[in-house]
C-alpha cells in the first residue's frame, strides 16, 4: 500500500514550500523554497515533496466535508 502524501489545511491560496516547515534547522535539509497557488480545485501538490496544500473550506477540505471527495470521486462514490 503506498501512503498518501503529508496534508496540510491552509487558509490562504497561495502557499510556500521547502519540504523541511518542521525540521529543525530549516531548509538546508529540505528542498528550495518554491511558492504554490491553490486553484478552484481546492488543493495544490509540491513538486518536490508532494505535500499537498488543501483550502480550509475548499472542495476537497475532508475536515469541512466529512468525506475524502476526491479519493471517493476516483472511487466513483459520490462526495455529496
Known sequence: M???PETVR????RV???GADDI???AAL???RVWLEIDEAGFVDCGY???RFVLIG???DVAA???DAEHDSDKGVSAG
Open 2 to 4: 503506498i501512503n498518501r
Open 10 to 13: 491552509v487558509s490562504e491560496s
Open 16 to 18: 510556500c514550500c521547502d
Open 24 to 26: 529543525p534547522g530549516g
Open 30 to 32: 529540505g528542498h528550495p
Open 49 to 51: 515533496c508532494d505535500r
Open 58 to 60: 475548499g472542495p476537497v
Open 65 to 67: 466535508t466529512g468525506t
